[in-house]
């Protein structure tokens, strides 16, 4: 069974940093690409950031380009969102989730974790 | 970006009703498009990849329809546990986006 684990959320002053991470099972994690995907209480979806299997390529939101970055470790089987210069709006919960493919360049989220919550709040 | 505009915002129907979801895109997509199902205090779930293809361990009343710009989710018979937000997602162009969501409620 696929299991998806994030951890790192809290709250955290605006303009300083908070790392993410998830800890993946129950599946081969270098054999797929990695998202992460935000979710602002009681709105919609918005794709953050993406990775490739062998951490050879990523990408961002217009919304964190330049101060988030994705990272894996696929000897530890887990995935990390580092995060700096948070802002208010920044304010969601973070969900870790699997591609169905090794390029996280056109995704379908098959999996996911149950999220860890960002508050961006002085 | 591609925008995704679903419709109606929120659905109210009864079980046993039939469920109708729309999801129109800013520009073509192909048949590169999802839908995801989010029941209150859950994690998306994957019901529909690629416009029509059920994910993994879906029932058969979910089905998807729709190319191009237009598509729709069908929920034959609704349950209980079937009340819930849905949102569609296409993976056609940079960067992948959601739509808004619709909220099937009794």
């Known amino acids: 069974e696929v299991q998806l684990v994030e951890s790192g959320g809290g709250l955290v002053q605006p303009g300083r940093s908070l790392r993410l991470s998830c800890e993946a099972s129950?599946?081969?994690?270098?054999?797929?690409?990695m998202h992460w995907v935000r979710q602002a209480p009681g709105k919609g979806l918005e794709w953050v950031s993406g990775?490739?299997?062998?951490?050879?390529?990523?990408d961002y939101a217009a919304s964190v380009k330049g101060r988030f970055t994705i990272s894996r470790d696929n000897a530890k089987n887990s995935l990390h969102l580092q995060m700096t210069s948070l802002r208010a709006e920044d304010t969601a919960f973070y969900y870790c989730?699997?591609?169905?493919?090794?390029?996280?360049?056109?995704?379908?989220?098959?999996?996911w974790g149950q999220g860890t919550l960002v508050t961006v709040s002085s | 970006e591609i925008v995704l505009t679903q419709s109606p915002a929120t659905l109210s129907l009864s079980p046993g009703e039939r469920a109708t979801l729309s999801c129109r895109a800013s520009?073509?997509?192909?048949?590169?498009l999802a839908w995801y199902q989010q029941k209150p205090g859950q994690v998306p779930r994957l019901l529909i990849y690629?416009?029509?293809n059920r994910a993994t361990g879906i029932p058969p009343k979910f089905s998807g329809s729709g190319s191009g710009t237009l598509f729709t989710l069908t929920i034959s018979s609704l349950e209980p546990e079937d009340f819930a937000v849905y949102y569609c997602?296409?993976?056609?162009?940079?960067?992948?986006?959601f739509g808004g969501g619709t909220k099937v409620e009794i």
């Open positions: 997602q296409q993976r056609s162009n940079w960067p992948p986006t």
């Open positions: 690629d416009a029509s």
């Open positions: 989730a699997k591609d169905v493919s090794r390029s996280y360049f056109s995704p379908i989220f098959d999996n």
């Open positions: 990775i490739s299997w062998n951490s050879g390529s990523a």
């Open positions: 129950g599946f081969s994690f270098d054999d797929y690409a």
């Open positions: 520009q073509s997509v192909g048949s590169f």
